[in-house]
C-alpha cells in the first residue's frame, strides 16, 4: 500500500527559507514520478514541481524556479522541496504526491494524473 507523508512546513518571515519532506513506502524506488504541489485557501490546487526518481530530471512552476529546488534520497526513498526567498503568496498547505512507473513529463500542475497524495503541510509566510 502506497503512503506518503509530509512534514516540515511551519510559519516564517518573508525571505527565508524551508525544508519539506515526503517519507514514501509501499512502492520500488525506480520509475516513478514525484511531485509537489500546494493549495493556498480558496485556490486551486497547484503544481510547484516535479522530479523523476529513475534519474535526475526535474521541472518547476515559473513563480518558484530559482528559489525552490526538489530533490531526492534513493536510499531513504524520500523527496524534499528546498523553498528560500520565500515570499507571502507562497503561503499554504503543500502536498507530496506520486505516481508510480511513469515519466514526468507533462505532468507538472496535472492533479488528476497523480494517485497518491499525502496529507499535507502547512507553510505560511509573513512580511
Known amino acids: 500500500q502506497v503512503h506518503l507523508v509530509d512534514s516540515g512546513g511551519d510559519s516564517v518571515q518573508v525571505g527565508g527559507s524551508l525544508r519539506l519532506s515526503c517519507r514514501t513506502s509501499?512502492?520500488?524506488?525506480?520509475?516513478?514520478?514525484m511531485a509537489w504541489f500546494r493549495q493556498a485557501p480558496g485556490n486551486r490546487r497547484e503544481g510547484v514541481a516535479t522530479?523523476?526518481?529513475?534519474?535526475?530530471?526535474?521541472e518547476y512552476a515559473d513563480s518558484v524556479k530559482g528559489r525552490f529546488t526538489i530533490s531526492q534520497d534513493v536510499a531513504k526513498k524520500m523527496v524534499f522541496l528546498q523553498m528560500d526567498d520565500l515570499r507571502p503568496e507562497d503561503s499554504g498547505m503543500y502536498f507530496c504526491?506520486?505516481?508510480?512507473?511513469?515519466?514526468?513529463?507533462?505532468?507538472?500542475?496535472?492533479?488528476?494524473?497523480?494517485?497518491?497524495w499525502g496529507q499535507g503541510t502547512q507553510v505560511t509566510v509573513s512580511s
Open positions: 504526491a506520486a505516481v508510480t512507473g511513469g515519466y514526468c513529463h507533462g505532468k507538472l500542475g496535472v492533479v488528476s494524473d497523480f494517485p497518491y
Open positions: 509501499g512502492f520500488a524506488w525506480g520509475l516513478n514520478c
Open positions: 522530479i523523476f526518481t529513475g534519474g535526475s530530471g526535474t
